[in-house]
């Protein structure tokens, strides 16, 4: 997965809608602010040793321990300096009838991205076609415009909520494929992530963030 950069909000999710620099959103960091998280990353360096089989990422003023074997960039040295994102997967039960699914996780800082929530109403909203998919209960599903990037993408949410559950997904390219979903939200103080996954995961939408929270947490994240 490529590393979020700065873009049109209007253009998210060009280039088949699930390069991250389609979400991603630069906000100016000033010296200052460079500066602060030089100096966290200063005061917490060696604070915390990765548990064995853990590598120790520090992502801002936050340090993660992550076990090795779930990162997808390679483990490299277990104490890097400051890391602009980390990428990693894990398998959970989330497919048809509890099947193990693959879920991709980048890690980043929050000014980087815009949780999928926000991009609902600021982007996605105003992209709709008129008609209505059938799909997961609980969720609504909207298709996007061709015009402005989107084509073959779909928007899964949950229109009942304050703060929703949002996904948008692209159309397998082969019927003996599944479609491909990216999510992303705002976790612990000045982290986000961005989720991407198969679509047959959206049926157990309700159970996503209950399965990832407690990895998150012990890793550090929440």
């Avoid at 277990?78 to 894990?90: D, L, M, R, S, W």
Wanted: with cysteine.
């Amino acid at each position: 997965m490529g590393s979020p950069a700065a873009v049109a909000a209007k253009r998210e999710g060009h280039s088949v809608g699930f390069n991250l620099a389609a979400i991603a959103v630069v906000v100016a960091v000033g010296g200052l602010g460079a500066a602060y998280l030089i100096e966290a990353v200063s005061r917490n360096a060696g604070a915390t040793s990765p548990a064995p089989g853990s590598v120790t990422r520090t992502l801002g003023a936050t340090t993660l321990n992550i076990p090795a074997a779930w990162l997808t960039d390679g483990a490299g040295d277990p104490n890097p300096g400051f890391v602009k994102e980390v990428n990693f997967a894990v398998r959970l039960p989330l497919g048809p009838d509890g099947a193990q699914r693959r879920i991709g996780v980048t890690l980043t800082q929050r000014s980087r991205i815009r949780p999928s929530a926000s991009l609902l109403d600021g982007v996605y909203l105003h992209e709709f076609k008129a008609d209505q998919l059938t799909g997961p209960p609980g969720l609504i599903g909207k298709p996007m415009s061709a015009e402005e990037g989107y084509a073959n993408e779909t928007v899964w949410y949950d229109p009942l909520a304050s703060a929703p559950f949002v996904a948008k997904c692209q159309a397998p390219i082969t019927m003996d494929q599944p479609g491909h979903c990216l999510r992303s939200v705002y976790l612990g103080p000045g982290v986000a992530a961005v989720y991407t996954f198969d679509e047959d995961i959206l049926g157990n939408w309700r159970k996503f963030d209950a399965e990832l929270h407690p990895l998150l947490t012990e890793i550090g994240a929440l």
